[in-house]
Structures are given as structure tokens and as C-alpha cells.
């Protein structure tokens, strides 16, 4: 199955790219960035497990012609990938109104600036 | 009641606070006060709810309802799982209760604000609870993540909440940035899980784990560990916790500490007894020493803290690393003592953040250093923050020493002496800690705090009903030993037990027979050993609060939220590689 092994290699270097640029970089909108490199990482990921071989998408009444059961990607894990996009939408809201806000408090997006809290 | 009555009632101890939500903006426009007693109404109704559904749970069942009628078929249930055991509702009947508290001093703590804000304050405030109660039903993977999310958004939104303070939007921003990790590998692992062995549901899930797990199955485990870990503020994913307790406002600071970081241990305790079962073993010896560096290492950075509620917020990561240690005993004492702790801990780490949020109400003081001679000013506060203070540092009869006791039993019972020993020197360095700020609070005054102002009727309430539930704790200690906490380290062990019921509607857990002896002589003179032995390390700690080795090891916690996530990281690739590489 050449198609999700590379899909799995994808998901496994998004989440890596998100995981790197929360490491590394100190903008907080390339941070919040690299939090939806990780989210996206789970799409792939979520949707690469439900593939079947050969498969057709999860929405049916009868099974078409010529598939068997097995033959239908699985509509639960594209579910999740749905709930988690949902998730992801208010949470890159919610960090950027964050972000906005102290930007505003210390006109500056630098991480290594905005630590007061420490010890 | 019965269990064909109770199961389909299971829902409204989750939706009577979510309705509380959603109605709290609106009602606060007529009146703040209407709002306010709606929400408490509701929340207590949740309580009822579940105090209803105890006989039967605590009685040693599993109450299980499946919403939408999507019942199991051939073993198999894909529908949503409600499964109240003994662990997840005695956890459920806390935060209701002591949610509900922590509402009525926080709407009348800042019942100054203008109706808008304390509408969607209280808003957000019963979402996090709701959210939490759901988590600790719940029977179903991805529902569990779901909850944690619930939970999760509504925190970041209350630590953020007085946009005009930028130590709370820092807090907020390190929150949000560890804790979202924290979800993507929870998520991750459940549809890991899901997609190698086809369950959801937590029962069908054991069932199918059974045997030797795979690589994919440990991975998973690790994953989970680390995501719930973050929650529970456990080392080394504990980097956003002392920001966030410290930054946001006093009640908020007690829901935090007092009833979500124990979530996590709530879902970890889940996760490792009761699905992943024989296999979770493995698991153990991770969590036991991640528990043990979290006890030992919070204590130690609370005992050089000045900040009052930082002081609590390190203090309250080395509980959750007692609660660890007790979940990894594996014996019916160690995990009975768990439960009882993560109750106590509900009590009095609440008890004492309301009286740091008192204080800076009273006096705008936040610092121990500008509080000299308050608990003689304050008289009610200065009983209050001494019972919080005592129960903690588990002296008789308040409720820590019987919970730190049994864990304590559990370690001797499973020949683990070198973490009792660790336990030991967490519990010395916790007393001086809190000793410490008692001190502050009860030294002679020295003028230094210019105003204060009198405590309003719901702060005064609030701050009793949790100092009576200190003490009533650990006076009531046989009938609470036997008929809540016993059942709960009941339900944990007897996992085969929980996935029989979680896939066939409900059913009995086989018992397990615990026993604290109160007056055990060793047991007796540890504690009065931790409070002698306690003396000179305050001593040491308030002469020298700037030995090189002390501000060196503090420069651990740097305020960089990319050292956070680099150590959560850490966390993360030693957990999955130590579980595979052990297997």
C-alpha cells in the first residue's frame, strides 16, 4: 500500500514541522502556526486510517454494485477528523484573540519578552 | 432507585450545568443575581442527580446508560457510553459539590462586575465543570477527549478572562500551547486505538487489548499518559501550571487546582486499570516515577516561593505527583488512598486558593512578604488558611492524614520503601512550605497592608463549607474508608468486572476489603516527625533563599513556553520509547 505509507510519512512530518516550529521559533503566530501543522497532522493521520483498499466513500443505503463491505472507507474515523477540525477552528480562534491581546498589552510578538511569570 | 431508573438519568448531571451555561449570559441581563441562583441551582441538581445514583454505584455496580438506544451488538458498541463506576462518580460528585461552592464565592467575589461579564464568566465556569463531570463518566474514547476539550477551551477562556491583565494572557498563551498538544496526542492515540482494534467503547476496548500488546498499543498508552499528564500538571509536562494558577483570578485558580488538574488522574487512573487492563502494568513504573519528582520537586519549588497562590500552584503538582505515586501502587490501600486524596485534594487546595483570592479581595496583596500579621487582622480567613494548611500537612483528625496514610499502606504492601522514603521527604518539604506562608500569616503585624476590606456573606460561606468538608473528612475517615473510597480502588482493579458491565448495560464489581488503622503508632509518629524535621529546613529556606544551588535549580522554570513544550516533548518521546523498550 505505497499510497498510505507515504500519507502516514506526511502526518508523522507535519506533526514533526508543528512540534519543531513550537521549539524553536518565538513569534506567537508562527507558535499558533505550529499548533495547526499539528492539528493538521491529525487529519492526515485519522484520514489515512480510515482508507481501505479500493474503497468508496462511507455515504450509502445499499452497497454499490461489485464493492463488498470492506470495500467502504470508515465513516467513524472521518467523523473525528470532522469533530476535530471543528475543535481546531475555535482553538486557533481562541490562541489567536490570545496573541492579539498581548500584542497589544506589550507591542511585541517575542516569546522570550513576554515572561514574567517564572522561578 | 434502581438501575433501570437511574441509567437514563445519567445524562443530566452533564446537561443541567451545560444549561446552566447557556442560560447564564442570558438570565445575567435581567439580573446577576437570578443568574447566579439559577447556576447554583442547577449545579446542585447535578449534584443530586449523582448523590441519587450513589447508593447504587458505591453499593459496588456499574451504572451504564448508551445514549440514542445504541446498545451493544454482538459485543460491539459504536453509540456514546455513560459508565458511572465508583472511581469516575466519586470524582463526579466532587466537582459538582464543590463546583457549586466555588461559583457562590466567585459571583460574590466579583459581583462588582457589570452583569455582562459575570454572566459569561459563570458561563464558562459551569462549561469547564460540565466538561469535567462528562470526563469522569464517560465509557467511550473519543467521548473522553471530547470532554477534555470542553474542559480545556473553557479554561483557556477563564485564565484570559480579564483581558486587561497581561500575566493572565501569558498564562493563557503557555496554557494553551502545552495543553493543545496535550490534545493532539490524546486524539491521536484513541484513533490509533480505534483504528488497530475497532473499539470505542472503554469495555469492548480492554476486552480486545488483551493479551500482549503491540508496539502501536504502546505507543498508544504513551500518548495518553503524556496528553493526561499535561492535564494533571505532572513533571515534566507541568510547565504552564504555577503560570496559570498564579495569573488567574482566586476562584478560578481553585477550580483549576482543586478539580481539573485531578481530571487527569482521573483519566489516568481509567486509562491504565480499566482499559488498557494487564498491559497498563507497564505503565506503572513510569507513573510512579514521574509522581515521585513531582512530589519531591513541586514541594521544593514552593517552599522559595513569594507569591502566595505560585506557592499553592507548586504545591499542588506535588500532590498530583502523591496521586500518582498512589495510582501506581496497584494495591486496593494504595488506590483507595488515591481516591480519598484526590477528594481531600478538592477540599483543601480549593479551600486555601479562595483564601489567596480572600486576600487579594481584603487587601490587593498577593506577595507573602506584604502579608505579615493578616491571619490575626482577618480572623476568619486566619482559621481558614490554618485548616487548609494542617490538613494538607496531615495531622489529625483533618482529612490529609488518613489519605496520605493509605497510600502510604499501599507502598509498604507492594515493598516499594525507597518511595516511601521519597514520599516522606516530599511530605517534610510540603509542611515547611506551607508552614512557611502559616507564619507569614501569623507573625506579628507589621503595618504594612494599608486597607482592608470586610469578606462578603458568599465568600464567608463558601470558605467554611469547604474547612467543615476538611474536617467532617477526616472524623468521618471508617464510613468514607468503607463505603466510598474502598469501592472505588474496588472498581479500578476488578477491570474485567468494568468491561462486562460497560458492554452488557450495567453489572456488578467484585469487592475488595480495605482497612486504615487511625492510630497507628508508625504511622503517628511519621507525622510528627515530617512537622519536627519540617522546622529547620523553613529555617533554611527563609535564611538562604539565594544559594546558588536553589537559584539555579529554579532556572529550570525559565517563563519560556518553548522550554515548556521542549520538556513536554521530552516526556513524550521517553514515555513511548521506555514503554516499547520495557515491553
Given at each position: 500500500m505505497p499510497v498510505i505509507v507515504a500519507n502516514y510519512l506526511c502526518a508523522a512530518l507535519l506533526f514533526c514541522l508543528g512540534l519543531f516550529t513550537l521549539l524553536t521559533r518565538r513569534n506567537l503566530i508562527k507558535m499558533v502556526m505550529g499548533l495547526s501543522l499539528m492539528e493538521a497532522s491529525t487529519y492526515v493521520l485519522l484520514l489515512s486510517l480510515a482508507y481501505r483498499p479500493g474503497s468508496t466513500a462511507p455515504v450509502l443505503l445499499d452497497m454499490p454494485?461489485?464493492?463488498?463491505?470492506?470495500?467502504?472507507?470508515?465513516?467513524v474515523l472521518q467523523n473525528f477528523c470532522l469533530t476535530a477540525i471543528v475543535i481546531g477552528v475555535a482553538v486557533t480562534g481562541v490562541s489567536l484573540a490570545v496573541v492579539v491581546r498581548l500584542a497589544q498589552h506589550y507591542r511585541t510578538l517575542d516569546a522570550d519578552e513576554i515572561r514574567e511569570l517564572r522561578g | 432507585m434502581s438501575a433501570d431508573t437511574l441509567g437514563p438519568l445519567l445524562a443530566l448531571p452533564v446537561v443541567l450545568p451545560l444549561t446552566g451555561a447557556a442560560a447564564a449570559p442570558l438570565l445575567a441581563r435581567l439580573s446577576a443575581r437570578l443568574s447566579m441562583a439559577v447556576s447554583i441551582l442547577l449545579l446542585a441538581g447535578s449534584a443530586g442527580v449523582l448523590l441519587a445514583a450513589a447508593p447504587y454505584v458505591f453499593g459496588g455496580h456499574v451504572l451504564v446508560h448508551y445514549f440514542g438506544g445504541w446498545g451493544p451488538v454482538d459485543g460491539h458498541v459504536l453509540g456514546v457510553t455513560f459508565g458511572a463506576d465508583s472511581w469516575g462518580l466519586a470524582f463526579a460528585l466532587v466537582t459538582a459539590v464543590v463546583g457549586a461552592i466555588l461559583l457562590l464565592f466567585m459571583l460574590s467575589e466579583q459581583g462588582d462586575l457589570g452583569p455582562r461579564e459575570l454572566g459569561w464568566f459563570s458561563c464558562l465556569f459551569q462549561l469547564l465543570l460540565a466538561g469535567l463531570i462528562g470526563g469522569a463518566l464517560t465509557a467511550d474514547m473519543v467521548n473522553l477527549f471530547v470532554w477534555f476539550e470542553v474542559a480545556a477551551l473553557a479554561s483557556y477562556a477563564l485564565t484570559a478572562?480579564?483581558?486587561?491583565?497581561p500575566l493572565a494572557l501569558e498564562a493563557a498563551f503557555k496554557m494553551l500551547v502545552l495543553t493543545n498538544v496535550a490534545s493532539f496526542v490524546v486524539f491521536m492515540a484513541a484513533a490509533l486505538l480505534y483504528a488497530d482494534?475497532?473499539?470505542?467503547n472503554m469495555g469492548q476496548l480492554q476486552q480486545a487489548l488483551a493479551g500482549r500488546p503491540g508496539i502501536v498499543e504502546l505507543a498508544a498508552l504513551g500518548l495518553l499518559l503524556v496528553g493526561f499528564a499535561t492535564k494533571a500538571g505532572l513533571v515534566p509536562c507541568h510547565g504552564w501550571l504555577p503560570d496559570a494558577h498564579s495569573a488567574a483570578p482566586g476562584p478560578v485558580s481553585a477550580l483549576f487546582s482543586g478539580l481539573m488538574v485531578n481530571f487527569g488522574i482521573v483519566a489516568i487512573g481509567r486509562l491504565v486499570y480499566?482499559?488498557?487492563?494487564?498491559?497498563?502494568?507497564?505503565a506503572l513504573t513510569l507513573l510512579l516515577v514521574a509522581g515521585l519528582i513531582s512530589a519531591v520537586g513541586g514541594a521544593f519549588f514552593a517552599l522559595f516561593q513569594d507569591d502566595l497562590k505560585r506557592l499553592l500552584a507548586y504545591d499542588t503538582i506535588a500532590q498530583m505527583g502523591v496521586l500518582a505515586v498512589g495510582l501506581a501502587t496497584a494495591t486496593a490501600s494504595g488506590l483507595a488512598g488515591t481516591t480519598y486524596h484526590l477528594i481531600n485534594h478538592a477540599l483543601f487546595k480549593a479551600l486555601l486558593f479562595l483564601c489567596a483570592g480572600a486576600i487579594v479581595h481584603a487587601t490587593g496583596a498577593t506577595k507573602l512578604s506584604e502579608m505579615t500579621g493578616l491571619g490575626r487582622r482577618m480572623r476568619w480567613l486566619g482559621v481558614a488558611f490554618g485548616a487548609g494548611a494542617v490538613a494538607i500537612a496531615g495531622i489529625p483528625p483533618l482529612n490529609g492524614y488518613v489519605s496520605v496514610g493509605l497510600i502510604h499502606e499501599g507502598l509498604i504492601e507492594s515493598h516499594q520503601f525507597g518511595a516511601l522514603a521519597a514520599m516522606v521527604l516530599a511530605q517534610v518539604l510540603t509542611v515547611a512550605a506551607l508552614g512557611r506562608a502559616a507564619w507569614r500569616l501569623y507573625a506579628r503585624p507589621s503595618g504594612t497592608i494599608e486597607r482592608t476590606e470586610r469578606l462578603r456573606p458568599g465568600m464567608l460561606v463558601a470558605l467554611v463549607a469547604l474547612g467543615v468538608g476538611c474536617l467532617a473528612f477526616g472524623v468521618l475517615e471508617p464510613w468514607l474508608t468503607a463505603h466510598v473510597m474502598t469501592p472505588s480502588a474496588s472498581a479500578l482493579l476488578d477491570h474485567a468486572g468494568y468491561a462486562r458491565a460497560a458492554l452488557s448495560g450495567g453489572g456488578p464489581i467484585a469487592g475488595r476489603s480495605v482497612s486504615f488503622d487511625y492510630l497507628n503508632p508508625a504511622e503517628l509518629l511519621a507525622t510528627f516527625g515530617t512537622v519536627v524535621a519540617a522546622i529547620p529546613v523553613l529555617r533554611f529556606a527563609q535564611r538562604h533563599p539565594d544559594a546558588r544551588f536553589i537559584t539555579r535549580v529554579r532556572a529550570v522554570q525559565s517563563g519560556s513556553v518553548n522550554d515548556y513544550v521542549a520538556y513536554q516533548a521530552a516526556g513524550l518521546v521517553l514515555a513511548v520509547v521506555a514503554l516499547i523498550v520495557t515491553q
Amino acid at each position: 500500500m505505497p499510497v498510505i505509507v507515504a500519507n502516514y510519512l506526511c502526518a508523522a512530518l507535519l506533526f514533526c514541522l508543528g512540534l519543531f516550529t513550537l521549539l524553536t521559533r518565538r513569534n506567537l503566530i508562527k507558535m499558533v502556526m505550529g499548533l495547526s501543522l499539528m492539528e493538521a497532522s491529525t487529519y492526515v493521520l485519522l484520514l489515512s486510517l480510515a482508507y481501505r483498499p479500493g474503497s468508496t466513500a462511507p455515504v450509502l443505503l445499499d452497497m454499490p454494485p461489485g464493492k463488498s463491505p470492506e470495500q467502504v472507507a470508515d465513516p467513524v474515523l472521518q467523523n473525528f477528523c470532522l469533530t476535530a477540525i471543528v475543535i481546531g477552528v475555535a482553538v486557533t480562534g481562541v490562541s489567536l484573540a490570545v496573541v492579539v491581546r498581548l500584542a497589544q498589552h506589550y507591542r511585541t510578538l517575542d516569546a522570550d519578552e513576554i515572561r514574567e511569570l517564572r522561578g | 432507585m434502581s438501575a433501570d431508573t437511574l441509567g437514563p438519568l445519567l445524562a443530566l448531571p452533564v446537561v443541567l450545568p451545560l444549561t446552566g451555561a447557556a442560560a447564564a449570559p442570558l438570565l445575567a441581563r435581567l439580573s446577576a443575581r437570578l443568574s447566579m441562583a439559577v447556576s447554583i441551582l442547577l449545579l446542585a441538581g447535578s449534584a443530586g442527580v449523582l448523590l441519587a445514583a450513589a447508593p447504587y454505584v458505591f453499593g459496588g455496580h456499574v451504572l451504564v446508560h448508551y445514549f440514542g438506544g445504541w446498545g451493544p451488538v454482538d459485543g460491539h458498541v459504536l453509540g456514546v457510553t455513560f459508565g458511572a463506576d465508583s472511581w469516575g462518580l466519586a470524582f463526579a460528585l466532587v466537582t459538582a459539590v464543590v463546583g457549586a461552592i466555588l461559583l457562590l464565592f466567585m459571583l460574590s467575589e466579583q459581583g462588582d462586575l457589570g452583569p455582562r461579564e459575570l454572566g459569561w464568566f459563570s458561563c464558562l465556569f459551569q462549561l469547564l465543570l460540565a466538561g469535567l463531570i462528562g470526563g469522569a463518566l464517560t465509557a467511550d474514547m473519543v467521548n473522553l477527549f471530547v470532554w477534555f476539550e470542553v474542559a480545556a477551551l473553557a479554561s483557556y477562556a477563564l485564565t484570559a478572562f480579564f483581558l486587561e491583565r497581561p500575566l493572565a494572557l501569558e498564562a493563557a498563551f503557555k496554557m494553551l500551547v502545552l495543553t493543545n498538544v496535550a490534545s493532539f496526542v490524546v486524539f491521536m492515540a484513541a484513533a490509533l486505538l480505534y483504528a488497530d482494534r475497532g473499539a470505542l467503547n472503554m469495555g469492548q476496548l480492554q476486552q480486545a487489548l488483551a493479551g500482549r500488546p503491540g508496539i502501536v498499543e504502546l505507543a498508544a498508552l504513551g500518548l495518553l499518559l503524556v496528553g493526561f499528564a499535561t492535564k494533571a500538571g505532572l513533571v515534566p509536562c507541568h510547565g504552564w501550571l504555577p503560570d496559570a494558577h498564579s495569573a488567574a483570578p482566586g476562584p478560578v485558580s481553585a477550580l483549576f487546582s482543586g478539580l481539573m488538574v485531578n481530571f487527569g488522574i482521573v483519566a489516568i487512573g481509567r486509562l491504565v486499570y480499566s482499559v488498557y487492563a494487564e498491559a497498563g502494568r507497564a505503565a506503572l513504573t513510569l507513573l510512579l516515577v514521574a509522581g515521585l519528582i513531582s512530589a519531591v520537586g513541586g514541594a521544593f519549588f514552593a517552599l522559595f516561593q513569594d507569591d502566595l497562590k505560585r506557592l499553592l500552584a507548586y504545591d499542588t503538582i506535588a500532590q498530583m505527583g502523591v496521586l500518582a505515586v498512589g495510582l501506581a501502587t496497584a494495591t486496593a490501600s494504595g488506590l483507595a488512598g488515591t481516591t480519598y486524596h484526590l477528594i481531600n485534594h478538592a477540599l483543601f487546595k480549593a479551600l486555601l486558593f479562595l483564601c489567596a483570592g480572600a486576600i487579594v479581595h481584603a487587601t490587593g496583596a498577593t506577595k507573602l512578604s506584604e502579608m505579615t500579621g493578616l491571619g490575626r487582622r482577618m480572623r476568619w480567613l486566619g482559621v481558614a488558611f490554618g485548616a487548609g494548611a494542617v490538613a494538607i500537612a496531615g495531622i489529625p483528625p483533618l482529612n490529609g492524614y488518613v489519605s496520605v496514610g493509605l497510600i502510604h499502606e499501599g507502598l509498604i504492601e507492594s515493598h516499594q520503601f525507597g518511595a516511601l522514603a521519597a514520599m516522606v521527604l516530599a511530605q517534610v518539604l510540603t509542611v515547611a512550605a506551607l508552614g512557611r506562608a502559616a507564619w507569614r500569616l501569623y507573625a506579628r503585624p507589621s503595618g504594612t497592608i494599608e486597607r482592608t476590606e470586610r469578606l462578603r456573606p458568599g465568600m464567608l460561606v463558601a470558605l467554611v463549607a469547604l474547612g467543615v468538608g476538611c474536617l467532617a473528612f477526616g472524623v468521618l475517615e471508617p464510613w468514607l474508608t468503607a463505603h466510598v473510597m474502598t469501592p472505588s480502588a474496588s472498581a479500578l482493579l476488578d477491570h474485567a468486572g468494568y468491561a462486562r458491565a460497560a458492554l452488557s448495560g450495567g453489572g456488578p464489581i467484585a469487592g475488595r476489603s480495605v482497612s486504615f488503622d487511625y492510630l497507628n503508632p508508625a504511622e503517628l509518629l511519621a507525622t510528627f516527625g515530617t512537622v519536627v524535621a519540617a522546622i529547620p529546613v523553613l529555617r533554611f529556606a527563609q535564611r538562604h533563599p539565594d544559594a546558588r544551588f536553589i537559584t539555579r535549580v529554579r532556572a529550570v522554570q525559565s517563563g519560556s513556553v518553548n522550554d515548556y513544550v521542549a520538556y513536554q516533548a521530552a516526556g513524550l518521546v521517553l514515555a513511548v520509547v521506555a514503554l516499547i523498550v520495557t515491553q
